[in-house]
T-cell receptor, first 112, second 114 residues
Framework: DAGITQSPRHKVTETGTPVTLRCHQTENHRYMYWYRQDPGHGLRLIHYSYGVKDTDKGEVSDGYSVSRSKTEDFLLTLESATSSQTSVYFC???????????FGSGTRLTVV | GQNIDQPTEMTATEGAIVQINCTYQ??????LFWYQQHAGEAPTFLSY????GLEEKGRFSSFLSRSKGYSYLLLKELQMKDSASYLC???????????????FGKGTKLSVIP
């Protein structure tokens, strides 16, 4: 199996608190992505990275920030969590355009 | 990004054949992916089409018509374990920054019944 792990797997947090989700890969892939998945919306891109310290916004980036200080780790931060950010968050990696993504197992985040 | 359309739900009988359709905007086309996602799990890669025609991979086949902005996933000899959501996805025109980000359809939930 591809070496990609997400942590935590589940988290419940209160509105207004900061939250950081971690994606770790051992494949040395250049490209990493954060998506959220919600009923009726499917998977939507939050942010992505194309190298260390190289990141860009996706379709639904408001309220989120990311950092990639080394190839292996891509962090997603919710600076001040809101109930609308309750979702399942998936990290994905890819090394080549025709091989598609490999997804992490996901983080189920609940903001109460 | 691409507008991608696929049916929300489908039901089919074990042992039968089912075709799941996907339409997308043709501008800036750069390949089409299919993923399978079982409930509560992560999506997994099924196929990638960049040229017109049918590509077969065991019980699963994927078809692409670039001129029509149309793809389908064909599942033969359906098994109960094929009950899952099937997502089609396409990248935007390659940006030069090297991103390969994908835009996903909302997925088709397939239920296989005995």
């Amino acid at each position: 199996d591809a070496g990609i792990t997400q942590s935590p797997r589940h988290k419940v947090t209160e509105t207004g608190t900061p939250v950081t989700l971690r994606c770790h890969q051992t494949e040395n892939h250049r490209y990493m992505y954060w998506y959220r998945q919600d009923p009726g919306h499917g998977l939507r891109l939050i942010h992505y990275s194309y190298g260390v310290k190289d990141t860009d916004k996706g379709e639904v980036s408001d309220g989120y920030s990311v950092s990639r200080s080394k190839t292996e780790d891509f962090l997603l931060t919710l600076e001040s969590a809101t109930s609308s950010q309750t979702s399942v968050y998936f990290c994905a990696i890819t090394g080549m355009e025709d091989h598609g993504y490999t997804f992490g197992s996901g983080t189920r985040l609940t903001v109460v | 990004g691409q507008n991608i359309d696929q049916p929300t739900e489908m039901t089919a009988t074990e042992g039968a054949i089912v075709q799941i359709n996907c339409t997308y905007q043709t501008s800036g086309f750069n390949g089409l992916f299919w993923y399978q996602q079982h409930a509560g799990e992560a999506p997994t890669f099924l196929s990638y089409n960049v040229l017109d025609g049918l590509e077969e991979k065991g019980r699963f086949s994927s078809f692409l018509s670039r001129s029509k902005g149309y793809s389908y996933l064909l599942l033969k000899e359906l098994q109960m374990k094929d009950s899952a959501s099937y997502l089609c996805a396409t990248p935007p025109l390659y940006s030069g920054a090297g991103s390969y980000q994908l835009t996903f359809g909302k997925g088709t939930k397939l239920s296989v019944i005995p």
